[in-house]
T-cell receptor, first 113, second 114 residues
Framework: AQSVTQLGSHVSVSEGALVLLRCNYSSSVPPYLFWYVQYPNQGLQLLLKYTSAATLVKGINGFEAEFKKSETSFHLTKPSAHMSDAAEYFCAVRISGTYKYIFGTGTRLKVLA | DTAVSQTPKYLVTQMGNDKSIKCEQNLGHDTMYWYKQDSKKFLKIMFSYNNKELIINETVPNRFSPKSPDKAHLNLHINSLELGDSAVYFC?????????????FGNGTRLTVT
């Protein structure tokens, strides 16, 4: 069954440092992958989605993700963390041939001053 | 303009009561969803409707009953509330088109059962 796995439930980085949040997928067919961000007491907001047109996907707020088929990964990065990036981040996949979207367990990003 | 709106935002009730959560989307999407987010932030799909037809019904207790009067609205009714029902419930919608269409989420309803 298709799924996504997020390694690291908590990640801490210093302000200005590189952000790397990991997501691996399991899929035998091209996956439909997404990254979402959830700020406290809010709903989930789309950061970016994989479209198969390009392996490097740029999203909002300076985030980007690279699709690597050989590693079955879709890791999220940002060159320089900002305090406002502190939030919960979710990787998600839409199951092929269905309307079902499955979410990873989430990674809480903490940004240290 | 709010795209996906849920009411109420907070719901505090006692065990055994019956309560409803309402959701409306003005995006013109065909598919709507209910997700449950537990205290560890884990998101679990509960139900989905496509053009008023139930298409996803996960292993949810039958105390939970969704209803979609039209494709812009999806409500969730919960009977005989239990402590374990305490969670944040999110409504979401997506268009029927491309498979890489994302979900659009409401801001959630925080349900607390005492």
């Amino acid at each position: 069954a298709q799924s996504v796995t997020q390694l690291g439930s908590h990640v801490s980085v210093s302000e200005g440092a590189l952000v790397l949040l990991r997501c691996n997928y399991s899929s035998s067919v091209p996956p439909y992958l997404f990254w979402y961000v959830q700020y406290p007491n809010q709903g989930l907001q789309l950061l970016l989605k994989y479209t198969s047109a390009a392996t490097l996907v740029k999203g909002i707020n300076g985030f980007e993700a690279e699709f690597k088929k050989s590693e079955t990964s879709f890791h999220l990065t940002k060159p320089s963390a900002h305090m406002s990036d502190a939030a919960e981040y979710f990787c998600a996949v839409r199951i092929s041939g269905t309307y079902k979207y499955i979410f990873g367990t989430g990674t809480r990003l903490k940004v240290l001053a | 303009d709010t795209a996906v709106s849920q009411t109420p935002k907070y719901l505090v009730t006692q065990m055994g009561n019956d309560k409803s959560i309402k959701c409306e989307q003005n995006l013109g999407h065909d598919t709507m969803y209910w997700y449950k987010q537990d205290s560890k932030k884990f998101l679990k799909i509960m139900f989905s409707y496509n053009n008023k037809e139930l298409i996803i019904n996960e292993t949810v207790p039958n105390r939970f009953s969704p209803k979609s009067p039209d494709k812009a609205h999806l409500n969730l009714h919960i009977n005989s509330l239990e402590l374990g029902d305490s969670a944040v419930y999110f409504c979401a919608s997506s268009p029927q088109g491309a498979y890489n269409s994302p979900l659009h989420f409401g801001n959630g309803t925080r349900l607390t059962v005492t």
